[in-house]
């Protein structure tokens, strides 16, 4: 099974960028489409960004124009680069495989607040 290693969150002011990274080990990282997902307190597990084993992306409404999700096979690394951010994008962000979840990280803390 894929494990993966999320980091790269912080304290952001509004309006400002973040790039999150996740580290995979397992076999065959290129073959699987990726996917980032959030969760708030006292809310559900959202999917925000995903990435086919062919580099095509699609992202939530909610952050459609300000997040880029990318990959780089030869490091076996999922990023997420986060612009414009906004209070309602705080939160504990995860990487895992997609559609099909084999088991979550740690996940990264992102914080955005003035």
């Known amino acids: 099974q894929v494990q993966v290693v999320e980091s790269g969150g912080g304290l952001v002011q509004p309006g400002g960028s973040l790039r999150l990274s996740c580290v995979a080990s397992?076999?065959?990282?290129?073959?699987?489409?990726m996917a980032w997902y959030r969760q708030a307190p006292g809310k559900q597990r959202e999917l925000v960004a995903r990435?086919?084993?062919?580099?095509?992306?699609h992202y939530a409404d909610s952050v459609k124009g300000r997040f880029t999700i990318s990959r780089d096979n030869a490091k076996n690394t999922v990023y997420l680069q986060m612009n414009s951010l906004l209070p309602e994008d705080t939160a504990n962000y995860y990487c895992?495989?997609?559609?099909?979840?084999?088991?979550w990280g740690q996940g990264t803390q992102v914080t955005v607040s003035s």
């Open positions: 397992g076999r065959g990282f290129s073959r699987y489409a």
């Open positions: 990435i086919t084993s062919g580099d095509n992306t």
């Open positions: 895992a495989t997609y559609p099909s979840v084999a088991n």
